[in-house]
């Protein structure tokens, strides 16, 4: 955020109906204001204020039947439609294992949330959305004509807030403040542990033991584990999925939340700087140009090493990744290993 004075709910109402197709985030960036704030400005008119318990909400979901799920980065947004079932509650983690809604969930870092109604024409579109303490998005859930109206409406009602003020608590003193890693780790005590990984769950632990990032990780562990390839191919990864049909497991994730694809895609379309994934349970949009640098990683497990594509953005962030579609105890699609292991790569520095 900037200096400058935010604008006040009533300004910000009025911005909204001067730019109608704008889209929120978008509308956001330009006022200087959060999302979270630009929804807040609408409570008690179109917008209820939610308590973000989010073990009772995947409680509640089930009930409101078919949905869209949404979780978004700055880079890339991914949408599933379907059920929130199976879940798993908890204080620190909680999930959504759903043949459609695959979710991982990190309870402690939803602030904020709000059910919104929008009018378009004649019909109501509803969703809840939740956001973290600097007012981001870290996940929402769209109800469609064939969701329970009624599981819904008592849904909200158990969760609306005792606070129904349009102004919130914000917190933005950790955004775009990645701390500086500093390890000591060298190269063969990286490649050491990461040989003897069996699982991996287990990457993230060996990391912060070695107080490493992920992207400095891929540059020292050398090309037999990661090796950058040209960005271009992301896309030419997702046309070989298509024609393939090779199930792949797709991950976009915020630090609040991880949702995740599993199966075949076949709608594979450029829009500009976007590609987009439009099937019938499925909706990817990524922008490329975001992308500055594309790995394939190796990870040893105990059923042999699995292949990603992980492709990060200009801060070292991770944007999304892929993997070839697996269970737990089986062997890694060899036509997933084909494709990943075939992409052009970049020549290493000496």
Known sequence: MDARVK????????????????RERDLAAQLGVSEAELVAAYIGDSVVRLDPRVNDLLNGLEAVGEVMALTRNESAVHEKIGVYDKVV???????????????????????????????DGDEIRRSLQFFDKAGNAVHKVHL??????????????RLTAADQSQSIDIDDSNVA????????????DLRDRWSKLTDTHQFFGMLRTLKLDRL?????????????????????????????QTPIMCFVGNHGCIQIHSGPIQNV??????????????????R??????L????????????????????????????????????????????IAENLPRIPAAA
């Open 7 to 22: 604008p006040a709910p009533h300004e910000i109402r009025l911005a909204r109906a001067d730019n109608p197709k704008m």
């Open 89 to 119: 509650t908890g204080e620190h983690a909680a999930m959504a294992l759903g043949e459609n809604i695959d979710l991982r969930i990190f309870p402690k870092l939803w602030a904020h949330g709000f059910a919104v109604e929008k009018r």
């Open 144 to 157: 469609r004509a064939g969701s329970n109206l009624y599981a819904y409406q008592n849904l909200v009602e």
């Open 177 to 188: 403040r990645k701390p500086a890693l500093e390890g000591g780790a060298s190269a063969e």
């Open 216 to 244: 400095q990780a891929l540059h020292m562990v050398g090309q037999d584990y990661a090796w950058q390839i040209d960005n271009d191919a992301l896309t030419a990864m997702l046309h070989h999925a298509v024609e393939g």
């Open 269 to 286: 379309k450029p829009m500009g700087p976007w590609i987009n994934i439009f099937d019938e349970t499925f909706h990817l949009h990524l």
């Open 288 to 293: 490329t140009d975001h992308v500055r640098e």
């Open 295 to 338: 790995w394939v990683v190796r990870k040893p497990t105990k059923d042999g090493h699995v292949t990603s594509l992980e492709a990060y953005d200009a801060t070292g962030e991770l944007i999304i990744q892929f993997f070839g579609k697996r269970k737990e105890g089986q062997d890694e699609r060899e036509e997933w290993r084909f």
